[in-house]
């Protein structure tokens, strides 16, 4: 009974002061609305320049970082580092093919990338971007590498537009989109991965989730009108299913957000009606998604059930292996050390704690049957009873959990991170809550809190203009040149010299480089979301195991391997976190490791395969034989016909 008292009261009190605001002379709102468009029209005028501004950018800072236009089409390819190649192979398949739906149909009987496999590339990979990419790209007639990067820039540019509108949205002011911006690109290492690996998944997948946290901000807004409320709800039903399609980890996500807007719904801080309209949008989202993506059964699992189901499916290798990943490993000091130089973490804590005391403050009246206004006034002082601005609170509070747990996971928080300090400083009803907390009185809060809005955040930009933007020209200015011929002479040693049908084993990462730039079919693929495909990469690493001639054989035979890539900088890898060296981990699966007083040794009565080979006598050279090999890589042959010589 309590609970409808309270919404009952609480919808008679917004219509009352509807009524009132429908009441006002036309000659008030007339004025106020030429106003409002006017600044409307310049913020979105700045928000898209602030997009096509940091995507030149980008493609500048990606030009000379790796002296792409002067390359050859090879070296081009092998910049796509960390395995990412992967997804750039399969766009070239796509416009090799005679049309589009013949390249699609053979993606999803693909034969040639796993040997002795045939997967569906569409679903085991999301390859919707590239599918998506090579279709437009046949109505143009730039090169396809161009073209294909220049998507993802483009993508970027979406991606802090829908930051800029977020925060202008949460705020009222586009100043704080500005600076959400610029604290964007300050912290770009810890805000995205694109100048590392351009076709990663998360590159295209995170622009469509911030458009969507944008939509659900305006939606969740109680001063927003009905037109406006049915657009952010389309926007967000829309983005909400490509973001699920083009990740593999969207789900999960959405699930954290899912759990945000749970905690809003609990404490009655939303209306029903909005509540029921968003999970429409997510059951229909995962509908859609799970029939584009032919029945992905992971799509319609708990996301914690999957964890916990991928956990006891993985043996010790394949589990030590995944956390020992650069993204599942706590974020060093330096992390918020450079938020702190940039300014955005003392800001960001003091938004947070106010904003955070202001929503405690909320939930305990609501407990207490106390209504909540529906349209706040600047002088109520209480920023924490507008259901965006909570909603944030807890989004923030969610992924910086995960992201102090996780270093992979602070692409998804520090971005919002930029957007929500922007925001605090330069909304005047946090400045008024405050304000409202200390009753001031020798000046009027409204006047103060608004003046505080404008002159912090014109102090904060004007420190970072003068600190950071000389920094930014310089790395447009001074790039060292990335080359790397081991590589280049390895892959065209393998286009000239291999047969076209050969099978090729090694890591994961140079596995991905192989069948870009070659086409080769290999035994594993730069993909941890697959337990088959993590398996086969824990079976390919034995080659740095201290296993016999005989056992290596076996296993490569039995993923009928004809050539098998060994890397100096694995096999002799040095580094002060030895338990995460993948010679390591293999040792300890193997149960050839020894711990004394916290050190590990290893031992076993073979020696180091990866080494042993490279000493050309019996058994090894029974079983292979060395056809190339350079400063970093030795490729041996896998010998159909074992010869016995000793």
């Not at 904003?355 to 405690?360: A, E, I, N, P, V």
């Not at 140079?510 to 730069?526: D, Q």
């Not at 193997?590 to 006598?617: L, P, Q």
Request: hydrophobic residues 40%; aromatic residues 16%; charged residues 15%.
């Amino acid at each position: 009974m309590t609970e409808l008292r309270c919404r009952k009261t609480e919808t008679l009190e917004g219509d009352k002061e509807e009524e009132e605001r429908q009441n006002e002379p036309a000659l008030h709102s007339e004025p106020g609305f030429i106003q409002r468009l006017v600044r409307v029209f310049f913020g979105c005028l700045a928000a898209v320049a602030c997009g096509m501004l940091y995507a030149v950018y980008l493609s500048t800072y990606h030009d000379r970082k790796f002296w792409f236009s002067t390359r050859q089409e090879l070296e081009r390819e092998i910049t796509f580092q960390a395995g990412s190649g992967l997804y750039y192979y399969y766009y070239k398949h796509m416009l090799a093919a005679p049309s589009f739906e013949r390249g699609f149909y053979e993606l999803t009987i693909d034969n040639k990338t796993v040997s002795g496999q045939t997967i569906n590339a569409v679903e085991r990979l999301f390859l919707y971007p590239e599918l998506i990419t090579s279709f437009i790209y046949r109505a143009t007639d730039i090169q396809p590498i161009y073209f294909y990067i220049g998507a993802v820039f483009g993508l970027q540019a979406v991606y802090v537009t829908a930051l800029f509108v977020c925060s202008w949205v949460l705020s009222g002011t586009w100043v704080s989109g500005m600076l959400t911006v610029a604290w964007f690109v300050i912290n770009r290492p810890d805000t995205t991965r694109v100048d590392h690996a351009i076709p990663l998944r998360d590159n295209w997948a995170l622009p469509y989730f911030s458009c969507q946290v944008t939509a659900l901000t305006g939606f969740l807004s109680n001063n927003i009108s009905s037109a406006t409320e049915m657009f952010c709800y389309l926007a967000m039903s829309a983005t909400t299913f490509t973001f699920l399609l083009v990740w593999e980890h969207s789900h999960y996500v959405l699930f954290i957000q899912g759990l945000c807007l749970f905690l809003l719904d609990s404490f009655d801080l939303v209306p029903s009606r909005k509540m029921a309209d968003i999970h429409k949008v997510y059951l229909s989202s995962l509908f859609l998604a799970y029939l584009f993506q032919f029945q992905n059964p992971a799509l319609l699992s708990s996301p914690l059930l999957s964890l916990l189901i991928g956990s006891v499916l993985a043996s010790d290798f394949v589990t030590n292996f995944l956390l020992c990943q650069e993204s599942f490993q706590t974020p060093g000091q330096d992390l918020f050390l450079r938020l702190t130089q940039a300014s955005v973490l003392p800001f960001y804590f003091l938004v947070l704690s106010i904003c955070l005391l202001s929503t405690l403050q909320t939930i305990y009246r609501r407990l207490s049957g106390q209504p909540i206004k529906t349209n706040l006034r600047l002088e109520d002082g209480q920023i924490g009873e507008q259901p965006e601005v909570v909603y944030h609170v807890f989004h923030t509070l969610f992924f910086g959990g995960l992201a102090l747990l996780f270093d992979g996971l602070k692409f998804l928080w520090t971005p919002y991170v930029c957007m929500f300090t922007a925001f605090g400083v330069c909304s005047p009803e946090l400045w008024m809550t405050v304000f409202k907390w200390l009753k001031l009185k020798s000046i009027h809060p409204v006047v103060l809190s608004l003046i505080l809005s404008t002159a912090v955040p014109t102090i904060i930009g004007f420190s970072l203009w003068r600190e950071y933007c000389p920094r930014v020209l310089a790395e447009l200015s001074d790039l060292p040149e990335f080359y790397d011929p081991d590589t280049i002479e390895l892959i065209s040693w393998i286009k000239s010299q291999a047969p076209v049908a050969a099978v090729f084993a090694g890591s994961p990462q140079m596995l991905g480089k192989v069948k870009l730039c070659s086409g080769s079919a290999v035994t594993s693929l730069p993909l941890y979301s697959d337990i088959n495909l993590l398996r086969r990469t824990e079976d390919n690493y034995q080659i740095y195991a201290m296993r016999s001639a005989e056992d290596i054989y076996k296993i490569l035979t039995s993923q009928k391997t004809n050539y098998v890539i060994i890397e100096d900088s694995i096999c002799n890898e040095l580094s002060l976190n030895k338990g995460c060296r993948i010679k390591d981990l293999l040792d300890i699966s193997n149960g050839h490791a020894v711990y004394d007083k916290g050190e590990i040794y290893s031992f076993s009565k073979h020696g180091r395969f990866c080494h042993e080979i490279k000493m050309n006598y019996s058994p090894y050279t029974n079983y292979f034989t060395r056809v190339f090999w350079n400063r970093s890589y030795h490729v041996y042959k896998v010998n159909s016909v074992i010869s016995f010589q000793y």
